[in-house]
């Protein structure tokens, strides 16, 4: 089974999305930090991806669920939903893919709240499982995915607040009849709590939007795939940002976006850090035994400000009908060096919307780079009136 262990590893690092190179390797400063279930820190939609990774405070779309469940509040439309795949890691294997399903419904007769849920699929392909000869024995499909509920409300005309509730579930699992050798599916619950502000101030003769949002995600349970010991902390995150939109003449208009994310989650141990082996092993053993909450509150410790990524995006609408999107995101090199550009366009007629984006590494030979995303999104008002004309 030595050979199932190392794909499902590689597979895991790469889907944990640092890109280090031996120099950063090298550098007694590099500690990026490590998460069980990371595929839950992928972004599913076009639309955010090609802005480089951001979404607390755009406007509110049927991809919310994952950004900021409180924006649905704001959304315009009375129900959505949406479909997304992105083929993950393309340059390197072919059936590794993350699919999406999201959507959302206006409830209590009126304006203020709505419901929504969404479903995240995330497939690592075919492995091959050997016996400890080195003997192919069987093919195994491991997977991780996600389900979650969500409610947002307006607290007043320009604030609202959202929850969701997550229930995660992944399975890596194998076994080895001729050594023992295996390891357990694992599950968790997590839940999210977010915020979305949004006023429009006359600027000149120009009606603008700007907005502010924060999401606190996947607080919840550790993870464990070899039946409860050594326990993985979920990506909880803390995701702040703002968008400012405003008019460049009639149907034109320009949203300029910024997001600022921060893991909740304390970096594991370095045995560089420590004068001898037994007190590397006090302070691993500690993390270890850390619960999840308290792991929040000592992240906010640890070297802080290199910790947080960085999201500044850009994106043009023509009439609400055409679309064109730009970004980057950027991770100090301490944190895991991931800095790429992102490229998108989309096209709404009547009750479709079609999205797509590409991603453009900074740092050479990167896995991530030439990353594609579609998005696939209706609006089930424009249906429902679709259909009441005819």
Sequence with gaps: MKLIKSIVAIALMATALTAWSQDDIKNTEFN????GVTSLSITPDARGASMGDLGAATEPDVNSQF???????????????????????????????????????????????????????????????????????????????????????????KFSMGVALRYIYSDLGYSDMNTGDQTSSASAFAADISGYYTTFPVIGRNECQWAIGFNVSNIGSKVSYNKGNDPAYLPANLKLGTAFTFPLADYNNLTLAFDA????????????????????????????????????????????????TYSVGAEYAYNQQFFLRGGYYYESKYAGNRQYFGLGAGFSLNVLRIDASYMIATAQNSPLDQ????????????????????
């Design 67 to 157: 950004w900021n469940p409180s924006k649905y509040a704001f959304a315009y439309s009375g129900a959505g939903v949406s479909l997304s795949y992105t083929p993950w890691l393309r340059k390197i294997v072919n059936d590794i893919y993350l699919a999406n399903l999201s959507g959302y419904y206006k409830i209590g007769g009126g304006d203020n709240q709505a419901v929504s849920a969404s479903l995240r699929y995330f497939s690592l392909g075919e492995v091959m499982a050997t016996d400890g000869e080195g003997a192919m024995v069987s093919t195994i499909n491991p997977f991780e995915m996600s389900v979650d509920l969500g409610y947002s409300r307006k607290l007043s005309e």
């Design 32 to 35: 990026p930090v490590t998460t």
């Design 371 to 390: 990353t594609l995303r579609f998005t696939l999104s209706f609006d089930m008002d424009g249906i429902k009136n679709l259909f009441g004309r005819n």
């Design 261 to 308: 994310n921060k893991l909740l989650v304390p970096a594991k141990p370095r045995l560089a850090d420590y004068e001898d082996n037994l007190a590397y092993d006090d302070a691993l053993q500690e993390w270890k035994d850390k619960s999840s909450i308290s792991g929040i509150f000592d992240s906010f410790s640890d070297n802080f400000a290199k910790r947080i």
